[in-house]
Each structure stands twice: as C-alpha cells, then as structure tokens.
C-alpha cells in the first residue's frame, strides 16, 4: 500500500521569499513521485516527476524537489515567490511497475502575501 | 503536449435524472483512463480506472450501479452519474495515460463541476 502525507495544509508566504511545501511518502515498492498544481475550477498541472534518476527534480515555473529516501521525502521548493503561485499543491505517488494508479496527498493551499 | 478535454465544464442537473460527463484524450490514445472525484477544498478520490474495450474498475465504496463509466474508444470515456442526488454534486476530474506509459504521468481533464438541485 501506498500513501501521502502532506504537512501543513495551508502556507502562507510574502512575495519573494523561499516556498517550501512538505511531502512525505510511503511505499512498499521505489516509487514514482509527483508535483501537481491546481488554480481554481481547474484540472491539474504537472510540476515535476521523479523516476528513479536524479534525485533533485526541477520542474515548471521554477519549481524542485528532492526526492530523499532515507527521509522517505520529496519537498517541493522555489526560491522566491511570486503572486501567481497561490494555488492548491498536490503530491502524489505510484508505483514504479506495473499499477499506474496514483495516490494523493491532502494538498497545500499556498497563499502569497503581497 | 498533451491535451485532454471534458465535457461539460458545468452542468446542473434535477434530482433524479442522470447526466453524462465525457473526457477525451484529444492528441493522443489512451488505453486508461481515471475517473476521479474531488469535494470542496479536499484531495482528488480515485473512483474508477476505465479501460477501452473493458469493463471499468471500481474503487471499494464507489456504487458502480450509480457511476456508469464507459470507455468507448482510445480517445473517449465517459461518466454517468445515474438517478443523481444533491450528495453527488461534486468537481469531477479525469485523467488520461498514453499507452506506452514512458511519461509516467497522467494527463488531467480541466474538470467538470456537477450541481444536482
């Protein structure tokens, strides 16, 4: 079984500053990891991915994570943000065979704050 | 990149009638398909992976009698909420998986928000 954690279900930060969104993870089997973002009324977005290369992702918009094993996380990271960043954050997880179900996390509502 | 729609964005519909919800895969095939279901201000909940040419699956809980899921071909799925209920209105999302899977993502529909009065 699979699952995600994500801390903190609302973050707030000023414009420019670091955003740090925590996920962390379990799976019996390596997994693959995903970075969703979704603005209102909307679908999702895909961030970044991790599967199974480099451990330091960059994605979309600026965006990285890390994928960290021995910490079973995958924090997602901008350094400065910016106003259209406000948005619903979801990490995901699947297995890297076979199931290409995936499992979300509760999501981060991130806010900007001018 | 890839692009899958659904149709309608919107719908509002009587307590007691059904309404169907398409999602398409418009630029490429997809041998699967997700139907999910997100509530207000919470996470997406699986409902049914959807195969062409098969029967849809179901997640434990998900009435399959009520959910009717049909995927007609590699470019079409649909839902069907059957004798709809105000507890059904929700944001209803589909997602779409190329067949060779060498993305190893899922493409997501822009959602359909569901209203039954």
């Known amino acids: 079984a699979q699952s995600v954690t994500q801390l903190g279900s609302h973050v707030s930060v000023s414009e420019g500053a670091l955003v740090l969104l925590r996920c962390n993870y379990s799976?019996?089997?390596?997994?693959?990891l995903f970075w969703y973002v979704q603005y209102p009324n909307q679908g999702l977005q895909l961030l970044l991915k991790?599967?199974?290369?480099?451990?330091l992702v960059k994605g979309i918009n600026g965006f990285e994570a890390e994928f960290k094993k021995s910490e079973t996380s995958f924090h997602l990271t901008k350094p400065s943000a910016h106003m259209s960043d406000a948005a619903e954050y979801f990490c995901?997880?699947?297995?890297?065979?076979?199931?290409?179900?995936?499992?979300f996390g509760t999501g981060t509502r991130l806010t900007i704050i001018p | 990149g890839a692009v899958v729609s659904q149709h309608p964005s919107r719908v509002i519909c009587k307590s007691g009638t059904s309404v169907k919800i398409e999602c398409r895969s418009l630029?490429?095939?997809?041998?699967?398909m997700f139907w999910y279901r997100q509530f207000p201000k919470q996470s997406l909940m699986l409902m049914a992976t959807?195969?062409?040419?098969?029967?849809?699956?179901?997640e434990q809980g998900v009435e399959k009698d009520k959910f009717l899921i049909n995927h007609a071909s590699l470019t079409l799925s649909t839902l069907t909420v059957t004798s709809a209920h105000p507890e059904d209105s929700s944001f209803y999302i589909c997602?779409?998986?190329?067949?060779?899977?060498?993305?190893?993502?899922?493409?997501f529909g822009p959602g359909t928000r569901l209203t039954v009065t």
């Open positions: 799976s019996s089997v390596p997994p693959y």
């Open positions: 630029d490429f095939q997809a041998t699967t």
């Open positions: 959807s195969n062409e040419g098969s029967k849809a699956t179901y």
């Open positions: 991790y599967t199974s290369a480099a451990t």
């Open positions: 997602s779409a998986v190329p067949p060779s899977g060498s993305s190893y993502e899922q493409y």
């Open positions: 995901a997880v699947r297995e890297n065979f076979g199931n290409e179900k995936l499992t």
